[in-house]
């Protein structure tokens, strides 16, 4: 069963957008999990992830407008996202961190553009 990422859209330059993970049967809380993206043309990057204990990293090209967060009891990942720039524009995915190639999902595209 894969990880659904959803939440993502159209946003101007400067808006914002929370991104949601969640898994049908596994605890997303029991494992180390990462928002990753993929920008055309581009190799899929780890954005950011947090650990089970809830230490959480980002990739410096998000730190400071990016945050990773966590509801165990909605058993759910969200990724809010503001100061939005266009160098963002990309599928969004979640996974484990690192991640297990049978567990990603579509995506969802987010696309920042005035």
């Known amino acids: 069963v894969q990880l659904q990422a959803s939440g993502g859209g159209l946003v101007q330059p400067g808006g914002s957008l929370r991104l949601s993970c969640t898994h049908s049967?596994?605890?997303?809380?029991?494992?180390?999990m990462g928002w990753y993206r993929q920008a055309p043309g581009k190799q899929r990057e780890l954005v950011g992830s947090?650990?089970?204990?809830?230490?959480?990293n980002y990739d410096d090209s998000v730190r400071g407008r990016f945050t990773i967060s966590r509801d165990s009891a909605k058993n759910t990942m969200y990724l809010q996202m503001n100061s939005l720039k266009s160098e963002d524009t990309a599928v969004y995915y979640c996974?484990?961190?690192?991640?297990?190639?049978?567990?990603w999902g579509q995506g969802t595209q987010v696309t920042v553009s005035s």
């Open positions: 996974n484990r961190s690192p991640p297990e190639p049978t567990k």
């Open positions: 947090i650990s089970r204990g809830g230490s959480i």
């Open positions: 049967s596994s605890r997303l809380s029991f494992k180390q």
